[in-house]
């Protein structure tokens, strides 16, 4: 006899109760309190639910999370995938349809807005000190009593041995992680 696959439930956005609603705040808590604790009771106080079956439900969409995971690697479509498609597009395409997917590529790296922040903002204080000080000597006024702008030298002290071998080992760990 042929099994039959159980089907998981759909989960959707909104919805008049809350057995169905997307709560991926509540299921990272819970991936969280299980490194604590099994209990269901008091995974229940960890995430904020009012009973136990939100806890297995919780669980469920999380399985259900990762079962989708797994499908979309298994079916070939990881981000180099997707990456490289809306580059293909973006090669070979039409002017429009170009635009289009260099414009979804500088919003999926947050380039899509161009802010201009006032000069002021950008500065530091020592900057903006400086300046306020150079517009008074333009105009005539005289140079406040307390203040005085002094160029400076940084002296950094000399790096224990100790030190410069633990920085080379992060920084070797550093590079194994990216090749």
Same mark, same amino acid.
């Given at each position: ?24 705040? @509540? @299921? ?34 999380? !399985? ?6 797994? !499908?979309?690697? !298994? ?25 289009? !997917? ?28 400086? @300046? ?34 633990? @920085? ?12």
């Amino acid at each position: 006899m042929k099994e039959q696959k159980k089907l998981k439930p759909v989960t959707f956005l909104k919805g008049h109760y809350n057995y169905y609603r997307d709560n991926k705040f @509540q @299921q990272n808590l819970l991936l969280k309190a299980l490194q604590i604790t099994t209990d269901p009771n008091e995974l229940k106080k960890m995430i904020g639910v009012k009973r136990v079956a939100d806890v297995y439900r919780t669980l469920d969409k999380l !399985a259900i999370r990762r079962e989708y995971h797994e !499908a979309l690697v !298994a079916a070939g479509i990881d981000l180099d995938t997707i990456v490289a498609g809306i580059k293909d597009v973006a090669d070979n395409a039409s002017p429009a349809i170009k635009l289009q !997917a260099w414009q979804t590529l500088m919003k999926s790296l947050g380039l899509d807005r161009y802010e201009e922040s006032s000069d002021d903002k950008a500065k530091g204080w020592e900057d903006i000190l400086i @300046q306020t000080i150079d517009e008074n000597e333009k105009k005539g006024l005289p140079e406040p009593k307390n203040i005085k702008v002094a160029d400076y030298e940084v002296i950094e002290p000399e790096m224990p041995e100790e030190e410069k071998k633990k @920085q080379e080992e992060e920084e070797k760990i550093g590079k194994e992680l990216y090749e």
